[in-house]
């Protein structure tokens, strides 16, 4: 690190450290100018008490402050706005380097509107906000590029109701979320890149060191699909009952070349797996490893 400028050191840790959500954070002086900054240096360290932090640099060419921290220095409160697609141009905007007493909810086109326990104002047009008491700033350097850690505490969630179920349950594929990454991308969060990763079971995974030598050496089988197989709690008996009919043509159709068998059936295991079928994929690998 020592070999990079600030700004390079900059660049490519935020190219890596990505994709990054976004703290819009409002924010008031002790005179009741209002600011509003994005702040994709942001994130969730803690749910009880509930804790998020963001960081307002120095900046690298003049090594000045950000208005967001001189307010929070001088005003301890912050609405975080949960920035969504549709916000993400104006967002963008509300970043130019305005002077201090201009109000970037103007210039930036949101709307206010007025929060419940703190006293800067909430973005309306956000569909999640957080008002927040700042109950600690850490400056990390007197440089350049270097960030102050403005911890807060959420005193107050709001969660726009077209987001939850009639039981409350949240909806990812509905909050239209972006984020940050290097330079001047963004990635967006929908319905099309979203996918699950089933959370390892409360007892423990057998491993990967645990995998019969023929499934974890496979030739066609990656590490996701080996993760996926080696989450379950024991390698599953071979179930007499199950019958797949593609898995009986692949073994009629090659009963003569055991080579290739093992190929179809591995990647017929990884098809399933693919699907999240990780049951049936355990009993197509048990299955041939009793033919072949
Ligand atoms: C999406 C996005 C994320 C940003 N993240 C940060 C950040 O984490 N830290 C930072 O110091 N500046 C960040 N910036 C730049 C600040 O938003 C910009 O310097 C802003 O104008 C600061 O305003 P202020 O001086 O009014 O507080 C970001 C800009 C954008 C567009």
Not at 106 to 128: C, N, R, Y
Not at 238 to 264: A, C, G, T, W
Request: charged share 25%.
């Amino acid at each position: 690190m020592k070999d990079l400028s600030p700004a390079e050191r900059q660049y490519y840790l935020q190219h890596i450290i990505a994709p990054r959500p976004i703290c819009f954070a409002s924010t008031v002086d002790k005179e009741g100018n209002v600011n509003l900054s994005p702040f994709s240096f942001f994130n969730l360290f803690s749910s009880n008490p509930p804790i998020v932090v963001f960081s307002p640099g120095r900046k690298i060419r003049y090594n000045t402050t950000k208005h967001s921290l001189q307010n929070v220095l001088e005003i301890p409160e912050v609405v975080i706005n949960i920035v969504t697609y549709d916000m993400v141009q104006q967002t963008s905007l509300a970043s130019c380097e305005y002077p201090k007493e201009v109000d970037e909810f103007i210039k930036a086109g949101f709307t206010k509107e007025k929060a419940t326990l703190v006293q800067p104002p909430m973005v309306k047009e956000s569909k999640a906000k957080l008002e927040c008491k700042v109950i600690e700033i850490k400056e990390l350097g007197k440089e350049g590029g270097a960030g102050n850690l403005v911890i807060c505490e959420v005193l107050l969630m709001h969660i726009d109701d077209s987001l939850l179920d009639e039981n409350k349950n949240f909806d990812q594929t509905k909050l239209g979320l972006v984020a940050r990454l290097g330079g001047d991308w963004y990635c967006r969060v929908g319905p099309d890149n979203l996918f699950k990763v089933k959370k390892p079971s409360i007892q423990l995974g057998i491993g990967i060191d645990a995998l019969p030598e023929g499934i974890r050496h496979s030739m066609f089988l990656t590490g996701n699909h080996l993760g996926q197989l080696a989450n379950v709690e024991a390698i599953p008996l071979v179930e007499p009952s199950f019958d797949d009919e593609h898995l009986r043509n692949i073994f009629q159709y090659y009963s003569i070349n055991p080579e290739e068998m093992e190929k179809e059936v591995h990647l017929y295991a990884a098809k399933l797996l693919d699907a999240g079928k990780v049951h049936e994929a355990w009993q197509v690998l048990l299955a041939s490893e009793n033919i072949i």
